[in-house]
């Protein structure tokens, strides 16, 4: 079965360091997701993205967070300057151009730590 | 602010037994929604999707919807101890973008 392909699995950070996390979508998806879950909490939406630009993107996913589809295969999510609060378990999603949440693929995720 | 409420439990039923899971959403034009199970450290996994009022059954699973009352729930028949997780309730805020509930943590004893 195609799977969503994250790494690394769990990075570890200094505080005000740029990170960049790295996903590899289903080869025949179009959508592309980031969820982000701080420990024991709500897992959260943080931005979609389509077409090579941001289709929606929640509050949290302020100036200090960007996507890039940098070549056909991987799809990024880079935090320029990591503060302790960006600790957290982050999760990639795809789905097809016709389906919505019903047909999310997630990661297994990126536990992201900043020290 | 679009709220998913979920009582975090922990929910303890035996083996065998039914498990019970409920959800209310603030948002009276969601659509659609979803059950996710999320066993610790791991992503969420889809169990169920839900549209219309009234009940959903896929095998062991039930979901139920009642848009006049803002809920959905998630019955699991002869629940094993594998379905020891915690259950997200969420929506689709009609772009794309899921809204998640915190979760309630299901604990099925052997």
């Known amino acids: 079965e195609p799977e969503v392909t994250q790494t690394p699995s769990h990075q570890v950070t200094q505080m005000g360091q740029e990170v960049i996390l790295r996903c590899v979508p289903i080869?025949?998806?179009?959508?592309f997701y980031w969820y982000r879950q701080i420990l024991g909490q709500k897992v959260e939406f943080l931005v979609s993205f389509y077409n090579n630009e941001i289709s929606e993107k929640s509050e949290i996913f302020d100036d200090q967070f960007s996507v890039e589809r940098p070549d056909g295969s991987n799809f990024t999510l880079k935090i320029r300057s990591t503060k302790l609060e960006d600790s957290a378990m982050y999760f990639c999603a795809s789905s097809e151009l016709d389906r919505g949440p019903d047909g999310y693929t997630f990661g297994s995720g990126t536990r992201l730590t900043v020290v | 602010q679009k709220e998913v409420e979920q009582n975090s439990g922990p929910l303890s039923v035996p083996e065998g037994a039914i498990a019970s899971l409920n959800c209310t959403y603030s948002?009276?034009?969601?659509?659609?929604f979803f059950w996710y199970r999320q066993y610790s450290g791991k992503s969420p996994e889809l169990i169920m999707s839900?549209?219309?009022?009234g009940d959903k059954e896929d095998g062991r699973f039930t979901a139920q919807l009642n848009k006049a009352s803002q809920y959905v729930s998630l019955l699991i028949r002869d629940s094993q101890p594998s379905d020891s997780a915690t259950y997200l309730c969420?929506?689709?805020?009609?772009?794309?973008?899921?809204?998640f509930g915190s979760g309630t943590r299901l604990q099925v004893q052997p």
């Open positions: 969420a929506f689709d805020t009609g772009r794309r973008a899921l809204t």
């Open positions: 080869s025949n998806h179009l959508y």
């Open positions: 948002d009276r034009g969601s659509q659609s």
């Open positions: 839900i549209y219309s009022n």
